[in-house]
């Protein structure tokens, strides 16, 4: 079975760099096929794809946010992470992690969730 838990700060200030990190345990993020999302639900509104590291490193972003977004991993800690640069109070979301074995796929289609972390960007 394999887990994925979110950590990182709860509260970051505008402008400034949303940083999470997404543990593995029960699966390895270098295995064949899978890829490593990160996805946000923004309180009021639908989930929304961020990006994604593959097995083999290779990232992909949501174009909208491609600008300011960097999806980095640690294969010696079985982490991947998210930074989100320059933020804004419309970066507050319920952020999580979750891995699927296409790039992209249907939220329903993702085979493991982290649980979630909120991050509320405010002065």
């Known amino acids: 079975q394999v887990q994925l838990q979110e950590s990182g700060p709860r509260l970051v200030k505008p402008s400034q760099t949303i940083n999470l990190i997404c543990s593995v345990s029960?699966?390895?993020?270098?295995?064949?096929?899978?890829?490593w999302s990160w996805i946000r639900q923004p309180p009021g509104k639908g989930k929304e794809w961020m990006g994604s590291?593959?097995?083999?490193?290779?990232?992909s972003y949501s174009p909208s946010l491609k600008s300011r977004i960097a999806i980095w991993r640690d294969t010696s800690k079985n982490q991947f992470t998210l930074h989100l640069f320059s933020v804004t109070p419309e970066d507050t979301a319920v952020y999580y992690c979750?891995?699927?074995?296409?790039?992209?796929?249907?939220?329903?289609?993702?085979?493991?969730w982290g649980q979630g972390t909120q991050v509320t960007v405010s002065s």
């Open positions: 979750a891995t699927s074995k296409a790039e992209r796929v249907d939220f329903d289609e993702y085979d493991y």
């Open positions: 029960g699966g390895d993020i270098t295995e064949n096929d899978y890829y």
């Open positions: 590291i593959s097995y083999s490193g290779t990232t």
